[in-house]
């Protein structure tokens, strides 16, 4: 399964062929969500070049000497102060900008076979990126015949085992060369299984399930990143680090023990390597290798499909995301050349700060939500 160089008469790779059972046309009042009366507002009264053709207008027929005109003017030059802090507080963060030139890159995708995973690699490839796949799954048509006509290599490894990683890098260096982004995404299907027995709960999780789900969507990552940070820190191109988590790491609902801890597990992980990559004694790794991490909310794929049932008011606050409007955010930042923390849609953005409000509110957010009931048993979903 060698990858062949695009011709300049190919068309470009087309969308993954397993559309998600989420991907249905939704009745017209599912799109009016808080996000999105949020960035009508962010578009509008709330960003400072709005504000400042405002004042312009007022100005242009002679009433800038007004009340109105200077609390305008007043307003604009609040909203900018802010805007610039931001940025300046994000790049002391994260360092300036590497320099990304797509037709470089070799971008490995860990669990790109389906879901988030393979619409980044449909991307990557339209970029102009080398893509490996990575996924314990064999590779469908569609990837067969793209694997002709691009720089794409589709390797079936088992990324819970160490030597079984070792040799999947090796290939895709032999065949596409260093890697210059990782992105850690493999996750294994939700159990959905409580860690208590009970009359309504008849079954339990097992270590065993525990275990698998943490082989994959945990060890995985430091698989990846035992075989192959030593190549990201030393490419002298830079590199991107991109750790998929879920805002679930934050939350942690009832049902998803194992689940759950290995998303907070890989968060944790992924604030570790950043520390540890500012602390390095070169300055200059620090400012070439970026990381990424991404805690989205509940995406439509096939990860929660029919996994979940909650309350009619929660996609109003916490929309379902599609996994193309998260990838775009990604590759946008990745081209770019930045670093940070990606968090959509708008509720996930304010879990920091979860853990610090009181007991009762907290309970009453889970309440609200439905959250702890979310999760519908394996024992009573449909056969």
Known sequence: ??????????????????????????????????????????????????????????????????????????????????????????????????????????????????????????????????????????????????????????????????????????????????PTILVNNAATPVNGLPLLCSPGKPSSLSPDQARETLAINAMSHFNMLSVLLPRLTSSPKGAHIVTISSILAHLAPACLADYTSSKAAVSSLHQTLYHELRNNPDPSVFAR????????????????????????????????IEAKDLAKEIVRTIERGDGGVIRTPFYTKCMPFYGAMPGTFQLFMRWFSGIDEAIIEKTKRSP
């Open 289 to 320: 290798v970026k990381t990424l991490l991404v805690e989205p909310g509940q995406l439509d794929t096939q990860l929660f499909a029919d996994n979940t049932s909650v309350p009619f008011y929660a996609h109003f606050f916490g929309p379902v």
């Open 1 to 178: 399964m060698a990858s062949k160089s695009s011709s300049s008469g190919s068309s470009p790779p087309s969308q993954y062929s397993s559309p998600s059972p989420l991907a249905r046309p939704k009745p017209w009042y599912r799109h009016i969500t808080l996000d999105l009366l949020l960035q009508i507002l962010a578009n509008s009264v709330f960003h400072p070049w709005i504000t400042l053709i405002f004042y312009l207008c007022l100005a242009s027929i002679h009433k800038h000497r007004e009340p109105m005109a200077y609390y305008t003017l007043y307003y604009t030059a609040f909203l900018a102060v802010v805007e610039m802090s931001g940025w300046i507080n994000h790049r002391i963060t994260y360092g300036r900008h590497r320099r990304v030139e797509w037709e470089k890159e070799v971008a490995v995708i860990t669990g790109g076979g389906s879901g988030l995973g393979r619409v980044l690699a449909q991307m990557f490839l339209r970029k102009g990126a080398k893509v490996a796949i990575l996924d314990v799954k064999e590779p469908d048509a569609q990837v067969e015949e793209e694997m002709e006509r691009w720089d794409l290599i589709w390797v079936k490894v088992d990324v819970g085992g160490l030597e079984d990683v070792r040799m999947a890098v090796d290939r895709v260096i032999d065949e596409l060369g260093s």
